[in-house]
């Protein structure tokens, strides 16, 4: 196994190769669930309509107020998936790694606020149905470990960035018989992620192990898409997108 870029590494970093020498890199599979813990997909908003007739014909001449709320990726997703694969290079009492992890979840719906019709002296429930969060991370860091038996406690800190695809929605009112279908929302797009992580790393035998990891990531907003919201008076609404989740992995590792 050529070890030049490991070495090279260790002489970036001022360490003795030697230990890095003490064995070889490792490739890990991962597997497991994320919960948002804060974070909203959508904030609120107070928007004005003057007239609902372009949106349904029957109701020319009609005003509203539209009220929505914020809502959060725990109440529209739920738990995500996480799926991934990381290449690891052993120097002194732990190890570098690059990650490449790949986050889901399905589509989402909630009720999102409500339409107020003066005319009707009421509030008709608002509803919205989002695409799924597909997302990509690519991040680096470093990993350090308790002790060197059979199971050992270990430590992490990373670095990177996250590729969120575009996200779509369709806004329903039921009671007004109104559905603007696919909304864009979020244009996606690249944005800083990172975050530490807690595990335990157990050696089944001499070149396999199994781990069990969990931690806090953050990532950036997301880039907005406003072209048909802006005419809505709801161009402020997807101005977020950031999120703090706690993703719980299990790691197949097996060292080269």
């Not at 800190?157 to 979020?186: E, H, M, Q």
Request: hydrophobic share 40%.
């Amino acid at each position: 196994m050529n070890r030049l870029p490991v070495a090279l590494l260790a002489v970036a970093l001022g360490l003795p190769a030697t230990a890095l020498a003490q064995s070889g890199p490792s490739f890990t599979l991962i597997g497991g669930g994320d919960v948002s813990v804060s974070g909203d997909v959508h904030k609120g908003a107070i928007a004005p309509i003057a007239d609902l007739g372009p949106l349904n014909p029957a109701l020319a001449g009609v005003s509203a107020e539209l009220r929505i709320g914020a809502r959060s990726y725990d109440r529209i997703y739920g738990k995500a998936t996480n799926f991934g694969v990381e290449m690891a290079w052993p120097m002194a009492s732990g190890e570098v790694f690059g990650q490449l992890l790949s986050t889901r979840t399905s589509a989402g719906s909630t009720e999102v606020g409500g339409a107020f019709v003066p005319a009707l002296a009421t509030t008709l429930p608002v509803y919205g149905r989002f695409e799924g969060y597909k997302a990509m991370s690519l991040e680096g860091g470093y990993r350090h470990f308790f002790g060197t038996g059979k199971v050992r406690p270990y430590v992490a800190g990373r670095i990177g960035s996250t590729k969120v695809d575009g996200i779509n929605a369709t806004f329903t009112i039921p009671d007004a018989g109104i559905a603007l279908d696919d909304v864009p929302f979020f244009d996606g797009g690249w944005q800083l992620s990172g975050g530490a992580d807690l595990g335990l790393l157990w050696s089944m035998s001499e070149k396999a192990s199994l781990g069990l990891e969990v931690g806090a990531r953050y990532h950036g907003d997301i880039s907005d898409d406003d072209s048909a919201l802006s005419g809505l008076g709801l161009a402020s609404i997807n101005d977020t997108g950031k999120r703090t989740s706690y993703p719980v992995n299990l790691r197949l590792q097996v060292r080269f």
